[in-house]
């Protein structure tokens, strides 16, 4: 009798510790985090995947489509290693959906994360208060985003978008206010990340 409590305690405990490790990230290989941002009144369609080995980030205005512009580049451990610590899929799940903002001529943005094979997404969610748990992991995402945005930006000689600006430089004044052309230190923070 005593044996048949062990083995069967033995297997409660083996399921309590695989369900504990739902979040763990088994395969690399297997895991993308993706960004969309789309709308506004140039009609912007702007993407970026991150995979372990590579970064693939493009742009283009539905206004002008001359002016579309991707890129591949490494992506480096440090980054990688920092975006499996600071995601839990748990959590990301949670995350409530927000409205659509491309309506009002704004920008929706859509996060979406592949694991095991499975796709789970995350769209306009940045007024839920469950995302600022894991803001350092959309911060890494969003900054990276920007750097891509700065070159572009030099690239296309065309100004950044307000959020953009946001994001690179908090300020108690309207982002708009902002810009990036008259402001060589912003320039010079980011683009010396170098993506060329």
């Known amino acids: 009798m005593k044996a048949k409590i062990f083995f069967i305690s033995m297997l409660m405990g083996a399921g309590m510790i695989s369900c ?24 912007l369609d702007e993407t970026m995947t991150i995979k372990r080995d590579s970064t693939y980030y493009s742009i283009r205005y539905y206004t002008a489509p001359q002016l579309g512009y991707q890129r591949t580049i490494k992506t480096s451990e440090q980054q990688w290693d920092s975006l499996k610590k600071t995601f839990d899929l748990e959590t990301f799940t949670k995350i409530q959906d927000g409205y659509c903002i491309s309506c009002v001529d704004g920008i929706d943005e859509t996060f979406s ?6 796709t789970y997404f995350l769209y306009n969610g940045a007024h839920d208060e469950i995302y600022k748990k894991m803001q350092a ?15 572009v930006d030099a690239y296309m000689v065309i100004p950044l978008s307000s959020q953009s600006l946001a994001r690179l430089s908090p300020s108690t004044e309207p982002a708009q206010t902002h810009n990036v052309h008259e402001n060589s230190t912003l320039r010079q923070k980011y683009s010396d990340k170098a993506i060329l």
């Open 20 to 43: 504990d490790k739902g979040n763990e990230i088994k395969n690399d290989d297997s895991l993308v985090f993706s960004i969309r941002r789309s709308g506004g009144w140039t009609g």
């Open 113 to 118: 994360v592949t694991k095991d094979g499975k």
């Open 137 to 151: 992991f959309f911060d890494i995402i969003l900054e990276q985003i920007t750097v891509f945005e700065v070159h």
